[in-house]
């Protein structure tokens, strides 16, 4: 199947939610690799800031680190560049969920899922690429980060997979 590289760009630029990214990453995922899975939830929390998300292994949860995306969202110049990130980050969990467990083959994998889907020159692909902190050098002033323990679970996401109202 060819990959829409107008399409998934003009729909990530006008993105409004966790729900439509994502919907981009599923769309991405299954045009270049041809795998879905249905059936995500997305908690934010706070995380030390050496984790800037995480899914664990046979769960249906994806777990985004709330400081990290806060301070990319105060520094972004645009609502393409924070649904980049937010792409990126989906991208790469989304993928372990799918089985993908390797750090060494699933970065590379948001790479050219990146690249394939929304072109070589988007920003997704640098986020891909491990730098976030060359686009954003602020960001290197976060710190540590600390775990907390207020999860949100962000309620309309994934909502494709569920279409009925229970």
């Known amino acids: 199947m060819e990959v829409d590289l107008l399409n998934f760009k003009l729909r990530l630029t006008q993105a409004r939610n966790f729900?439509?990214?994502?919907?981009?990453?599923?769309?991405?995922?299954?045009?270049?690799?041809?795998?879905?899975?249905?059936?995500?939830?997305?908690?934010?929390?706070?995380?030390p800031n050496g984790i800037g998300a995480y899914h664990i292994s046979g769960s249906n949860a994806i777990v985004l680190n709330r400081s990290i995306l806060d301070a990319v969202r105060s520094v972004t110049r645009s609502e393409e560049q924070l649904n980049?990130?937010?792409?990126?980050?989906?991208?790469?969990?989304?993928?372990?969920?799918?089985?993908?467990?390797?750090?060494?083959?699933?970065?590379?994998?948001?790479r050219r899922i990146s690249q394939e889907s929304l072109g070589p020159g988007h920003p997704s692909v640098t986020m891909a690429s491990g730098d976030l902190f060359?686009?954003?050098?602020?960001?290197?002033?976060?710190?540590?980060?600390k775990l907390g323990e207020d999860f949100e679970i962000i309620k309309e996401f994934d909502r494709s997979s569920m279409p009925y109202i229970g």
């Open 134 to 145: 060359s686009l954003y050098p602020q960001l290197r002033a976060l710190g540590e980060g």
């Open 19 to 47: 729900d439509e990214v994502f919907e981009i990453v599923k769309a991405s995922v299954e045009d270049v690799l041809g795998l879905h899975r249905a059936g995500l939830t997305l908690v934010l929390a706070d995380l």
């Open 84 to 110: 980049s990130f937010i792409y990126s980050i989906l991208t790469h969990e989304y993928l372990h969920s799918l089985g993908y467990v390797e750090e060494s083959q699933v970065r590379p994998l948001v």
